[in-house]
C-alpha cells in the first residue's frame, strides 16, 4: 500500500513501468554492450596512471623514516586513483549523457516514428521527460559510482585533514587537545560541506548536458545532425557565456576584495580566496542550473512544433 501511495505521488513517466521509459533504456541497454569496451578504457586507464603515480613513489615509501610520511604517500597514491578515476568516469558519463540525449527525438523522427508517438494517448512533455529518464536509467550505475567516488574523495580529504592536525599541534602545550578538536569539528563540517556540494554540482551538470543535448535532438532531423549540433552548442555556450561570465565575476569579486582587505587585519587577507572561490563555484553552478532550465524548456517547447 505504500509503494502504491508513493507511485501516486510521482509522475507516471517516472516509473519503470512507463513504455517510453523501458523502451529508451532497453534500446540503450542493447547499445551499450557493443561500446563496453569504452567504459573498459575509461576505469583502465586512470587505474594504469596510477600504478604509474604509484611506482615513481616506490623510493619515497622506501626511504620513509616514519609512519606519517609512509601514510602521506600511500594517502597521495590513492588521492591520483581517486581523482583520476573520477574525472574519466565524469568525462564518459557527460560525453554519454549529451549524445544519448542528443539522439532521443532526432531519431524518431529519422526513422519516421514521431508521428507514430504524436497519435499515442502520451503528451509530448511526457514522451520528452520519459526518453530522458530512459537515458538517466541508462546511466544510473555509472551515476551511482561517481556519487561513491565524490564522497570517497570527500572522506579523503577528511582523513588528510586530521592528519596534517595532528602533526602540526604536536607540542603546542596543555590547549592542543582543545585546538585539535575545534580543529577536527570544522574539518569535519567542512567536507560534509564539500560532499554536498559533489552531489549538487552533478546534479546541476546532469541536468545542463541532458538539457543541452535534448535541444539539439529537436532541432536536428537525423541523429547525426544532432550530435553535430550538440557538440556546437557545448562549445559555444562553454566559452563565449559561461567563460566570460565567470570571468566577469571573479574579476568583480577580486576588485571589491583589493578595497575590503587590509593588510592590518589578517583575518580578511583569509577570508579573500575562500570568497573568491565560493563565488567561482556558486556563479557557476547558477549557470549550469539556469541555462540547463531554460534549454530543457526550449526543447519541450519545440518538441510540441515538430509535425513529422
Known amino acids: 500500500m505504500i509503494k502504491t501511495r508513493k507511485s501516486r505521488m510521482l509522475p507516471s513517466w ?4 512507463h513504455p517510453i521509459v523501458q523502451r529508451e533504456t532497453a534500446l ?7 561500446w563496453s569496451w569504452v567504459w573498459i578504457i575509461f576505469l583502465l586507464l586512470p587505474l594504469m596512471c596510477s600504478g604509474l603515480c604509484g611506482l615513481s613513489m616506490t623510493p619515497i615509501l622506501i626511504e620513509a623514516n616514519s609512519a606519517g610520511e609512509w601514510l602521506f604517500s600511500i594517502g597521495a597514491i590513492l588521492s591520483v586513483t581517486l581523482w583520476m578515476l573520477h574525472g574519466f568516469l565524469m568525462f564518459g558519463i557527460w560525453l554519454l549523457s549529451s549524445i544519448g540525449t542528443s539522439t532521443v527525438i532526432a531519431r524518431e523522427r529519422e ?11 502520451l503528451n509530448i512533455p511526457e514522451i520528452v521527460h520519459a526518453k530522458v529518464i530512459g537515458v538517466l536509467r541508462w546511466l544510473s550505475l555509472p551515476l551511482a559510482l561517481a556519487v561513491v567516488l565524490r564522497i570517497a574523495m570527500s572522506g579523503l580529504l577528511f582523513i588528510v585533514a586530521i592528519l596534517i592536525i595532528f602533526s ?19 574539518s569535519l563540517a567542512a567536507c560534509v560541506i564539500i560532499a554536498i556540494y559533489f552531489i549538487i554540482e552533478l546534479a546541476a551538470a ?18 547525426a545532425n544532432a550530435i553535430a549540433i550538440m557538440f556546437v552548442l557545448h562549445f559555444g555556450i562553454s566559452f563565449f557565456l559561461i567563460a566570460p561570465i565567470q570571468q566577469v565575476v571573479i574579476l568583480a569579486v577580486s576588485v571589491f576584495s583589493l578595497r575590503w582587505v587590509s593588510e592590518a587585519n589578517p583575518v580578511t587577507q ?14 557557476n553552478l547558477a549557470i549550469q542550473i539556469g541555462i540547463g532550465v531554460i534549454a530543457y524548456a526550449l526543447a519541450v517547447h519545440q518538441a510540441k512544433r515538430i509535425d513529422e
Do not use: E, H
Open 28 to 34: 540503450w541497454k542493447k547499445r551499450s554492450r557493443q
Open 206 to 223: 546532469m541536468l545542463y548536458n541532458c538539457s543541452i543535448g535534448l535541444l539539439s535532438s529537436v532541432l536536428a532531423r537525423t541523429s
Open 111 to 121: 526513422t519516421q516514428n514521431w508521428s507514430l508517438l504524436r497519435i499515442t494517448t
Open 270 to 283: 583569509m577570508i579573500t580566496p575562500f570568497i573568491t572561490i565560493g563565488s567561482s563555484i556558486i556563479i
Open 14 to 17: 517516472v516509473s519503470n513501468d
Open 168 to 186: 602540526a599541534t604536536v607540542g603546542v602545550g596543555a590547549t592542543a587537545p582543545q585546538l585539535q578538536a575545534v580543529l577536527v569539528v570544522a
